[in-house]
């Protein structure tokens, strides 16, 4: 299967702030890779898919970019409710659907 | 509006079995393929389990292969997830998911089942 590494694993941020979390996979997906949101209790919620679409609904300072292996999501001008843990996955290993570790961002 | 329930989760001892069930409401179920999702506490995703919309083809994890099976009954829009032989690592909160058609990105969750595997 596809190993997703997310990096950093957490960061400390403030209102504001422009924030930068990077995806990387062990091999090439083409774009085929999603970002999701989750905070603590809840589901996790889709905010990007196909790299850089914006999901209905997801606020435009949400932003993905990248293809082949290297993948990246930013948040410009951190809001009080983009304090979260977000996550990458892709399917380009289907059946073995991966996600990455996860990137904390806290206050 | 699309809403996706989870039941059946719960304190089960190890080597023991426990069947989750998600109703599902809001769009047509027999249209969509469905997985199910797990993440055990303080940890991140884990895909555990999928099923085409006719229920004929279906995949797991290598974490969860021989013990799990995923079905669905599209007459009672509803997915299943029976799991046996449960160990101390499946201890998690279980979501059953929906992809936008023909991807899989997943882009309705349910509230998630909390499923212990504890003595």
């Known amino acids: 299967a596809i190993q997703l590494t997310q990096s950093p694993s957490s960061l400390s941020a403030s209102v504001g702030d422009r924030v930068t979390i990077t995806c990387r996979t062990s091999?090439?997906?083409?774009?085929?890779l999603a970002w999701y949101q989750q905070k603590p209790g809840q589901a996790p919620k889709l905010l990007i898919y196909?790299?850089?679409s914006l999901e209905d609904g997801v606020p435009s300072r949400f932003s993905g970019s990248g293809s082949g292996t290297n993948f990246t999501l930013t948040i410009n001008s951190l809001q009080p409710e983009d304090f979260a843990t977000y996550y990458c996955?892709?399917?380009?290993?289907?059946?073995?659907?991966?996600f990455g570790g996860g990137t904390k961002v806290e206050i | 509006e699309v809403q996706m329930v989870e039941s059946g989760g719960g304190l089960v001892q190890p080597g023991g079995s426990l069947r989750l069930s998600c109703a599902v409401s809001g769009f047509i179920f027999s249209s969509y393929e469905m997985s199910w999702v797990r993440q055990a506490p303080g940890k991140g995703l884990e895909w555990v389990s999928y099923?085409?919309?006719?229920?004929?083809?279906?995949y797991n994890a290598d974490s969860v292969k021989g013990r799990f099976t995923i079905s669905r009954d599209n007459a009672k829009n509803s997915l299943y997830l029976q799991m046996n032989n449960l160990r101390a690592e499946d201890t998690a909160v279980y979501y059953c998911?929906?992809?936008?058609?023909?991807?899989?990105?997943?882009?309705?969750w349910g509230q998630g089942a909390l499923v212990a595997v504890s003595s």
């Open positions: 091999q090439g997906i083409s774009r085929g």
């Open positions: 099923i085409t919309n006719s229920g004929d083809t279906i």
């Open positions: 196909d790299a850089s």
């Open positions: 996955q892709q399917f380009n290993s289907f059946p073995a659907l991966t």
């Open positions: 998911v929906r992809p936008y058609s023909g991807t899989f990105y997943f882009v309705y």
